[in-house]
């Protein structure tokens, strides 16, 4: 980082690392030790790193590093006071007026609970003994003003002493937030992951799930100061994953699931029955598939069982076995400023076992749709346990690829420098293969959806199938809706409503038809294009 860009960055979190290390300390002197050395580590930290997303996370991880170190140096231990009375601006003579010393500890964090002018109102009043007109001056705010805050800030004071209710909980056992995603489509920036990647941003978005909480309560909640929560909460903010409300709060605006072992054992069981359901129709699909007009579909090698993972992974999504979409979900899909516009989603850390499988077993990165400006070309894709794409995801799955593929089958793409770099990707994907020294291509491709109506020929369920697709999903909502709050009921009702398409659904129903040899085991070759299809103007030859 330049100099000068530095040099800004650290004259801003000066104050925020002092408030930090007053909260930490107990006590002035040493919070002024303390803070010295956050600035000092944070100003070489900012010298050496070339680009920084999220300042206030950065710098907050030092300043947790630093304090961390500075535990095990401290030696001693100074009083700080205030004369809530008298107003004293003399701190030694206030600290003869405390009995105990825990007492002065506990109010040093009350002042790092203070609104950022209360804070700074208090330091100046008691700490640099201003007067309040020069405090006014310094400020730019009238001395009735200052008075005011002095008030405002003492009372706030008190009360915060007198408070007898535990709080802190996440400061003590902050939580970790995994399976981070989206439903819709990422921005320039990423998603979920990539805006809750510390354990700051993670931790505010759980503290205004439940509830929604000013800057100042979910600093309790973190024990942390509320400059670097008020930072953070705002960039959550302009990028949607909070929601801000009347009266200076804040509440989370990402589905945050809570999974315990009896919720886990009863959505597998419910997950299980739905999939059980769906491979009875596998017989009348396989004839829906043998009857899809061949001039119509390209299947590597003509291999029917390739063909048929596409199908049956494709299958679940038709819209017969969809929830309704609930109008208050619609507030969840966020138009996010970097043009994204999605749903997120995550769930807290647990360490629990599953009845039925390993651990991810029947993870899914679902219904991925990537459509191309340049040629009349879509494609489809579904990862699960099954394929060997890793675990790229949908970053991996990248529209310029189908672009490259397309250009590659219908014969616009050389074998020039910049061609044999696209080709090196499309022989790694597995997207095009070498057979009989000539250029194969490795995965489903159709004609395009208005032109063959892929849906259109599988089995329609019935009467008895939905119903208990509807009593699955009623089931879900009621296990899952206790895990949370009252504005994502609408999203949860959602959600549960479509349990024939979830992942985990059909990530079973896979299982289930490799297990009765309805699918066939795929070969290395063949997982790295499963589960995949084009929808293009042109079929390869």
Same mark, same amino acid.
Request: glycine share 6%; proline share 4%.
């Given at each position: 980082m330049e100099k000068a860009a530095?040099?800004?960055?650290?004259?801003?979190?000066?104050?925020?690392?002092?408030?930090?290390?007053?909260?930490?300390?107990?006590?002035?002197? *040493?919070?002024? /030790?303390?803070s010295s050395r956050m600035v000092l580590a944070a100003y070489t930290a900012l010298l050496r790193s070339d680009r920084i997303e999220n300042p206030a996370g950065y710098i907050?991880?030092?300043?947790?590093?630093?304090?961390?170190?500075?535990?095990?140096?401290?030696?001693?231990?100074?009083?700080?006071?205030?004369?809530?009375?008298?107003?004293?601006?003399?701190?030694?003579?206030?600290?003869?007026?405390?009995?105990?010393?825990?007492?002065?500890?506990?109010?040093?964090?009350?002042?790092?609970y203070l609104s950022r002018v209360q804070r700074e109102v208090v330091m100046m009043y008691y700490y640099d003994r201003l007067t309040q007109k020069q405090i006014a001056a310094r400020l730019g705010l009238p001395v009735g003003t200052v008075k005011w805050h002095l008030f405002e800030a003492k009372k706030n004071l008190k009360e915060?002493?007198?408070?007898?209710?535990?709080?802190?909980?996440?400061?003590?056992?902050?939580?970790?937030l995994v399976n981070m995603g989206h439903s819709g489509m990422a921005g320039e920036k990423g998603d979920t992951r990539d805006f809750l990647r510390s354990a700051l941003a993670q931790n505010i978005a759980y503290a205004a799930y439940h509830q929604a909480r000013t800057v100042q309560e979910?600093?309790?909640?973190?024990?942390?100061?509320?400059?670097?929560?008020?930072?953070?909460?705002?960039?959550?903010?302009?990028?949607?994953?909070?929601?801000?409300?009347?009266?200076?709060?804040?509440?989370?605006?990402?589905?945050?699931?809570?999974?315990?072992? *009896?919720?886990?054992?009863?959505?597998? *069981?419910?997950?299980?029955?739905?999939?059980?359901?769906?491979?009875?129709?596998?017989?009348?699909?396989?004839?829906?598939?043998?009857?899809?007009?061949?001039?119509?579909?390209?299947?590597?090698?003509?291999?029917?069982?390739?063909l048929l993972w596409s199908a049956f992974s494709y299958w @679940?999504?038709?819209?017969?076995?969809?929830?309704?979409? /609930?109008?208050?979900?619609?507030?969840?899909?966020?138009?996010?400023?970097?043009?994204?516009?999605y749903i997120a989603s995550a769930q807290l850390a647990h360490e629990i076992q599953t009845p039925y499988a390993p651990p991810n077993r029947y993870a899914c990165c679902g219904d991925m749709w990537r459509g191309s400006n340049q040629y009349p070309i879509r494609a489809w894709q579904f990862n699960c346990y099954y394929d060997s794409r890793g675990r790229g995801g949908w970053?991996?799955?990248?529209?310029?690829?189908?672009?490259?593929?397309?250009?590659?089958?219908?014969?616009?793409?050389?074998k020039d420098e910049m061609g044999l770099e696209k080709y090196r990707r499309l022989y790694e994907k597995g997207y095009l293969r070498q057979e009989d020294g000539r250029d194969s291509v490795g995965i489903v491709v159709m004609t395009q959806e208005d032109g063959f109506d892929l849906a259109a020929g599988y089995p329609l369920l019935s009467a008895q199938t939905l119903a208990l697709g509807e009593e699955c999903g009623e089931m879900l909502?009621?296990?899952?809706?206790?895990?949370?709050p009252a504005h994502m009921h609408a999203l949860c009702k959602m959600w549960s409503g479509?349990?024939?398409?979830?992942?985990?659904?059909?990530?079973?129903?896979? *299982?289930?038809?490799?297990?009765?040899?309805?699918?066939?085991? @795929?070969s290395e070759q063949q997982k790295r294009g499963l589960n995949t299809i084009l929808f293009s103007g042109t079929l390869p030859e």
């Open positions: 530095a040099d800004r960055l650290i004259c801003e979190y000066t104050k925020k690392l002092f408030g930090f290390a007053l909260a930490k300390c107990g006590n002035v002197q *040493e919070a002024q /030790e303390l907050h991880k030092i300043a947790e590093n630093v304090y961390a170190q500075y535990v095990g140096e401290r030696k001693r231990n100074l009083h700080l006071s205030l004369d809530f009375a008298q107003g004293s601006a003399d701190f030694r003579d206030a600290a003869q007026d405390m009995i105990h010393q825990e007492s002065c500890e506990k109010l040093c964090s009350e002042i790092a915060g002493m007198e408070m007898t209710t535990e709080k802190g909980t996440l400061g003590m056992r902050p939580i970790r979910i600093a309790r909640e973190l024990n942390i100061s509320p400059d670097f929560v008020a930072d953070e909460a705002e960039y959550l903010a302009e990028y949607g994953f909070l929601d801000k409300l009347s009266g200076g709060k804040y509440q989370t605006n990402v589905y945050i699931n809570r999974i315990t072992q *009896e919720i886990s054992d009863k959505a597998d *069981e419910i997950a299980r029955r739905c999939a059980l359901a769906l491979a009875d129709y596998a017989p009348a699909v396989q004839e829906a598939v043998r009857a899809w007009p061949q001039e119509q579909v390209y299947t590597p090698n003509g291999d029917f069982g390739f @679940p999504r038709d819209k017969q076995a969809a929830a309704p979409e /609930e109008p208050d979900s619609e507030r969840c899909r966020v138009k996010r400023k970097d043009g994204g516009e970053r991996e799955n990248l529209y310029t690829d189908y672009e490259a593929l397309y250009e590659a089958f219908t014969g616009r793409l050389a909502f009621r296990l899952y809706k206790t895990q949370h479509s349990c024939f398409c979830s992942n985990e659904v059909r990530a079973r129903l896979l *299982e289930i038809l490799v297990n009765r040899g309805v699918l066939p085991q @795929p």
